[in-house]
């Protein structure tokens, strides 16, 4: 257990739809960063925050947006859904923002329909 | 484009032998990078990592060797054990700005026991 925590665990929708992803860092990590993986493809990086600030933004959709909330927990918001979206979206937390290693959550698996 | 790259999608092994897992990268920025353990229905797990300024790092049975000349590093198990059969990832990051990790597409590596 990686002590970071992702709901829900599973979500099927349909295209056009709008879904919120939520995750829940290590106590007392403050970075946040959201990874997107398809089928067959590595992790790719679409955000990252800390202590509530954007940090970094990778290849992430203008139909998706995130937050940090000030208990540091994260927010993934993905809208007008489309059937490529559907892929496993990671979590991870680490304690600074620097080069540390990241823990990862066991994900959310997003089906498009 | 993948800046990243894992060439062997998998490996097989013998219990007791050494794994060898690869791991190419293109960008001369990287100067940090990990190894993470998959295994189904679970988030990756770090499992070592290596600074730009060593070329060995080792913990226990695993040992990752970079060679920044050739932008290539590896991943040695010896002895590897079955509970080793799991996807592997390589991942990179630049230690000039954000965390974000750079990943490649995973080796699937199995263990026969």
């Known amino acids: 257990d990686s002590g970071v925590t992702q709901t829900p665990k599973h979500l099927i929708t349909a295209t056009g739809q709008r879904v919120t992803l939520r995750c829940s860092p290590r106590?007392?990590?403050?970075?946040v960063y959201w990874y997107q993986q398809s089928l067959d493809q590595g992790l790719q990086f679409l955000i990252q925050?800390?202590?509530?600030?954007?940090?970094a933004k990778g290849n992430i959709l203008e139909r998706f947006s995130a937050q940090q909330f000030p208990d540091l927990h994260s927010e993934l918001n993905l809208s007008s859904l489309e059937l490529g979206d559907s892929a496993l979206y990671f979590c991870?937390?680490?304690?600074?923002?620097?080069?540390?290693?990241?823990?990862f959550g066991p994900g959310t698996r997003l089906t498009v329909l | 484009d993948q800046q990243v790259k894992q060439n062997s999608p998998s490996l097989s092994v013998q219990e007791g032998r050494i794994s060898i897992l690869n791991c190419d990268y293109t960008n001369s920025m990287f100067d940090y990078f990990l190894w993470y353990k998959k295994y189904p229905a679970e988030g990756p797990t770090f499992l070592i990592s290596i600074s730009s300024i060593k070329d060995k790092n080792e913990d226990g049975r695993f040992t990752v060797f970079l060679n920044k000349s050739a932008k290539h590093l590896s991943l040695h198990i010896v002895p590897s054990q079955p509970g080793d059969s799991a996807v592997y990832f390589c991942a990179a990051s630049a230690q000039t700005g954000a965390n974000n990790l750079f990943f490649g597409t995973g080796t699937r590596l199995t263990v026969i026991p």
């Open positions: 106590s007392g990590d403050l970075s």
């Open positions: 925050y800390y202590n509530g600030e954007e940090r």
């Open positions: 991870a937390s680490s304690l600074a923002g620097g080069p540390d290693e990241q823990f």
